[in-house]
């Protein structure tokens, strides 16, 4: 007698495999999405929230450095471990309104005086007591006016570029330090000026 493989009956094959695979059902499959809804959420909300995330310029206040709608990835974690440094580029927290972010530059630093005469800046502090004169190239749009100010333990003291059209530590005055968010290390877009660290001195 010729034994009748299992494999060769269609029928067989179905029940068996009905048994040996479990059926699929839209518990499960709605599960697997919670899984992995919540694995993304870990990686991603703390990268957004400790180390990097996207900023989008609005204004022109930092013309021609950064122009309307750039796209920028900006470094929220180095703030943590070194100081920031004068020149550098960073995105801000209004201290008005600290729902509203803006993008600036560090001119003065804690317990220095900040003095503004026909335009160009001098910074005086423990070092320099004669004062040292700043060279700002990426200033185009040049404002003449004078101005003074001391600051504080823990103020700084920011500008935009654009001189003549900013709204600034010159207008609402000086900036704590917890409200640095962090510095531009990408600009994404325009696709033209895509780079790492814009804004840096040359």
Known sequence: MTEIMEENNPNSAKASLDKQIPKETAGSSFLELVRYAVIALLIVVPFRIYIAQPYIVEGSSMDPTFKNADYLIVDQISKRFEEPKRGSVVIIRYPKDTSKFFIKRLIGFPEETVKIENGVVTIYNDS??????????????????????KLEDNEYFVMGDNRAGSYDSRAWGTLPKNYIIGTPILRLLPLSKIG???????
Do not use: A, C, T
């Not at 790492?196 to 040359?202: D, F, I």
């Open 128 to 149: 320099n007591k004669n004062g040292i004169q700043l060279d700002e190239p990426y200033i185009v749009y040049k404002k003449d006016e004078n101005f003074s100010i």
């Open 196 to 202: 790492m660290w814009p804004g840096e001195e040359k």
